[in-house]
């Protein structure tokens, strides 16, 4: 015997299936996740190098600098500013220089240097000027006075020998004038003695001028007994006073 569903049933049924529907219970069809793409691959670090030839130089010669970088897209060299990824340069370095390369890329930066040496010549130092001391005492160290008999204005051996001396250093002193002074000792009278240095000092002018000396560059004057370099009376002291004596005309 077939039962057949109550209208309750069916009603209960009917519902149950649009509940089911309303709900979306039906097989899940949903697309599987996209797969994540790898990492990029970290940019390569950037390499630098950098030679000069020569590394040394005289002042105002030229220094060819050659540089090579990988991985930079930014070179700059300090004093020069930016430049290729690789090249050379000729450069003239006044002064010792260090070139300092600088490399930038994605993968971050680097630096290279290269010192070059410039060789600078030293002027040299001059002379110090000589001043009136040190003419004065370059004078007085090459320069000796003259000194005669008694009663006589003849040049001696020793009174050659100075003469000689004094115009060696006069004519390597073109710029120097010089006084002639003759002196007597203290015997005899003033006019005497005054007349006998003037010999002296002549004779010691003409020994000057015959060994070179222009004339022009010397004065003759007699002091004869006056001034006396020594005062005792004995012959040491007046060998003292009879004599051409030498100074700078100023």
Known sequence: ???RPSLSQALALASTLAILTATGCHKNTAAPPAAIPPAPAPAAAPTAAITADP???DLGQSVV?????????????DGIGEVPANGTQTVAPSSSTNFHLT????????????????????????????TDMTSE??????????FFDFDSYELRPDAVAATSGAATF???HPTLKIVIGGYADERGSAEYNLALGENRANAAR????????????????SFGKEKQFCTESNEECWQQNRRAQFSIDR
């Open 103 to 130: 490399a930038k890329g994605d993968g971050g930066s680097t630096e290279a240097n290269v010192r070059v040496t410039v060789r600078v010549p030293v002027a040299p130092t001059p002379p110090p000027a000589e």
């Open 55 to 57: 590394l040394a130089v």
């Open 206 to 221: 003409t020994a000057l001028v015959n060994a070179g000396v222009p004339a022009n560059r010397l004065r003759v004057i």
């Open 170 to 172: 006069l004519i390597a």
């Open 137 to 146: 005492q370059l004078f007085k160290q090459n320069v000796k006075d003259a």
């Open 1 to 3: 015997m077939n039962a």
């Open 65 to 77: 600098l050659n540089w090579r970088t990988q991985n930079a897209t930014v070179v700059t060299i």
